[in-house]
């Protein structure tokens, strides 16, 4: 059993399934204790308890790897995040507070727990976590390219099910163009720095601009209205130029440098020593002796 799942978490792509899906369905497993304490006091949590989960799950994952994973955390990369992430941060900021009918104080806060939650939350599931671990299995050119586009797309389509709790399916499909692209944008920032910080900030920012519509937050972040057509090749466009810029984030000069920087996470080991070890552990687990 032990050696089926090991073959399992080192196939890249299932493993990175499992991760993200995994993740969800832990989180939402403890959506219960929410729903729980809304029951007993009538204190609604926007997201805390998501955001504390999904941190410990993080945690899990390095503890479960020690001594060889360093984290995902680090003050790393912060260059990276301002050539790459901030303009379509403020590209998406900027659209997002054009459009918004302001509430109060009330929302204010509600934005800003329910961005943290989803910024937290988001990168953890569809970077984190499986990046991380496809880091671990192997890391050359090629599998650099694919971690990136997976992520994307996974986290882009994902989108689309925001149609079954009420979303509009017009503006879900703009959802999951601009946000296939930006997904790629984040995962290709994450890899090219091994900090995750950068991309829940970037997502923090886009999505707290958007939450500050008070119909937004009281719809608990379902895009209810329709999108025009004008709007939706406009988001396609904005969704084209963070991919364009996640290309060119991982361009083929700078990988050497993103394998020198996931052997370091890693504890300075490549996959071949990695890979060895596991060799070494199995061998000794079945030494009879």
């Not at 009538?42 to 410990?56: A, Y």
Request: hydrophobic share 55%; proline share 3%.
């Amino acid at each position: 059993m032990k050696l089926m799942i090991k073959k399992i978490f080192n196939r890249p792509i299932l493993a990175y399934v499992i991760f993200t899906a995994g993740s969800m369905i832990i989180s939402n497993i403890f959506d219960i204790i929410p729903a729980v304490l809304e029951a007993f006091t009538g204190i609604r949590d926007p997201g805390v308890t998501q955001i504390v989960v999904c941190f410990l799950m993080l945690l899990v994952f390095k503890l479960c790897n020690r001594p060889y994973f360093r984290g995902f955390l680090s003050f790393r990369g912060f260059k990276t995040f301002l050539i790459y992430l901030l303009a379509p941060v403020l590209i998406f900021s900027f659209i997002n507070v054009s459009n918004a009918t302001f509430g109060g104080v009330d929302t204010i806060i509600k934005a800003i727990i329910m961005a943290l939650s989803a910024g937290v939350a988001e990168e953890v599931m569809f970077r984190g976590l499986g990046i991380a671990n496809w880091m671990r299995i192997r890391r050359d050119d090629k599998a650099i390219v694919q971690s990136m586009v997976v992520s994307g797309l996974i986290f882009g389509l994902m989108h689309i099910t925001n149609v079954f709790f009420g979303a509009n399916l017009l503006t879900s499909v703009g959802q999951v163009i601009y946000a296939i692209g930006l997904g790629m944008l984040f995962a290709a920032v994450y890899i090219r720095t091994g900090n995750l910080w950068l991309g829940i900030i970037a997502h923090f920012i886009i999505d707290f601009t958007a939450f500050l519509d008070a119909g937004l937050v009281a719809s608990e972040g379902v895009m209810t209205q329709e999108i025009n057509i004008p709007s939706l090749i406009f988001t396609g466009i904005i969704g084209i130029f963070a991919g364009t810029l996640a290309v060119i984030c991982l361009r083929k000069k700078k990988r050497p440098d993103i394998t020198a920087l996931w052997d370091n996470i890693w504890s300075g080991r490549s996959v071949e020593d990695l890979a060895g070890l596991d060799s070494e552990i199995d061998e000794v687990g079945s030494d009879p002796a």
